[in-house]
């Protein structure tokens, strides 16, 4: 089904309807494709087999937001940019203002929008997509004359007389593709930083949570500048149309094959990218724990999250065998506690983002060296697009489920002899984007900490890391590369300029040829001193006494 949706381009002051000559025509909308019932054989058993089937689907309909409005976009944005507008601190604030007036006016729209796309329960909206979205924006609004003021730093012997500063300034025109499964505070975070920085930018929502998609393409162009500030909705064929583009900065979050996608449409103007992508995560459980208030944080960091479908979510955990039995029944009777002995009854969890993803998953679970293993749940209702909390235990290293990111609401529990075993298991697969220890052994804690490689990591939680603000976002390798969150979002969309200020006293004829032997003699002892007293720098301290 394709519903043309209004207002991409309902632009006051000029008009997109370039009617007339040539291959542009009169362009006012967008063209918005809504998937939420798309269904696969069950044969398919990968998700990006899935999603890559998803995108042959999607070409056959041309779409009207090609790479011609594409770069009619860019450039509009371009003189935006260009004009100076958006670097003020004055015109940043507005913004942010806008969005923060946003959220609070329009919370009820919000929570229905999460609803519509993922049955999302309303305190779980408020506290991981609104409560994000805001303290994001509350901090930015805070800290922002203190990021845009320049940093003065130490200069050196070699460069005496002198002083120096990292002045941060905005990258341009820069684009923000996001995902589906908390799609208003994953698609705002990043613009709050995009908007922080000084930028002008492009959203581009997941057209798979459709409503918030709509929702957010209505509001940003009611509430924000939109000669600054533009969404996109669309799918393979708009997101394609914009990565053809010239960016100044591509922020990318979802899945690794797109990732790669992204990263090689940005190589063709060496654009700089954040990716935010997702892997295995997993959570290692000691023997000396508290198991009722792990399982909790267990239960919160799985199932509470977005049913499962959040990138930091528990994907398997790791425990010893002799723990496990009593780990599981733990895990069960939390499970029972939060969500009711009717586990499919539960309104408390969000449900399956579509049909093509309940496939997915209950592949993973049809697998046949993993069917047996399912220790509890498992029970699944396609047309409720819910699948029961599920725990399986020691399902082999090579089936699918240990093999894909799950995504979703099943968790696998693998055991060893020794603890120390799960870390060669969690080192042989791609680095996680967060890896969660349960313990109370200082020693063990410190070895997880050196040796898991990890986007970012919880010990004796989950998922809270990507609550603080002082904690950069983001992944390593398969996970992804660069991080936002707080200043980090700041920085992300931020060139930081190096500036050396010099006088015209002092300029000694010694820097300069020819080099006489004496003046040789000179410079060897001036340098000399240098490495001596400090590795070739002095410290002049300033005025507010950083270094
Ligand atoms: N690191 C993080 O913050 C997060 C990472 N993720 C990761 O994202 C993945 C799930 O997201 P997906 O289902 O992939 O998201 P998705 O299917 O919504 O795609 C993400 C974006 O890429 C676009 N896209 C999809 N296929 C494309 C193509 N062939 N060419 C150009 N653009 C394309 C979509 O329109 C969408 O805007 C998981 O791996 C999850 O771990 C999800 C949430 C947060
Ligand atoms: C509540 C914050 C969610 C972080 C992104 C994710 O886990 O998919």
Known sequence: MMIVSPGLFKHPSRSYSIVGVGLLGTFTYCHKYKINRVSFSSSIPSYYHCRATLSTMMEEVKPEFDSDKAAVLVNELRKTFNSGKTKSYEWRISQLESISKMIDEKEKEIVEALRKDLSKPELEAFLSEILMARSSCKLALKELKQWMMPQKVETSLATYPSSAEIVAEPLGVVLVISTWNFPFSLSLDPVIGAIAAGNAVVLKPSEIASATSSLLSRLVGEYMDKSAIIVVEGAVAETSALLEQKWDKIFFT?????????????????????????????????????????????????????????????????????LAPKLIATLVSVVEEIFGKDLMESKERSRIINSFHFKRLVNLLEEDKVSNKIVFGGQREESQLQIAPTILLDVPEDSMIMQEEIFGPLLPIITVERLEDSFAMINRKPKPLAAYLFSDDEQIK??????????????????????????????????????????????????????????????????????????????????????????????????????
């Open 254 to 322: 979802g899945g690794a094959r797109v990732g790669r996608i992204v990263m090689a449409a940005a190589a063709k103007n060496l654009t700089p990218v954040t990716l935010e992508l997702g892997g295995k995560c997993p959570a290692v459980v000691d023997s000396n724990v508290n198991l009722q208030v792990t399982s909790r944080r267990i239960v919160a960091g799985k199932w509470v999250c977005n049913n499962g479908q959040a990138c930091i979510s528990v994907d398997y955990i790791i425990t010893t065998k002799e």
């Open 446 to 547: 410190r070895k997880f900490v050196q040796n898991i490689c990890a986007g970012g990591m919880a010990i004796n939680d989950t998922i809270l890391q990507v609550t603080v603000p002082t904690l950069p976002f983001g992944g390593v390798g398969e996970s992804g590369m660069g991080s936002y969150h707080g200043k980090f979002s700041f920085d992300a969309f931020s060139h930081k300029k190096a500036v050396l200020y010099r006088s015209f006293a002092g300029d000694s004829p010694t820097r300069y040829p020819p080099y006489t032997p004496g003046k040789k003699k000179q410079i060897k002892a001036l340098l000399s001193v240098c490495i001596q007293d400090e590795p070739f720098w002095y410290l002049q301290r300033t005025e507010n006494g950083r270094i």
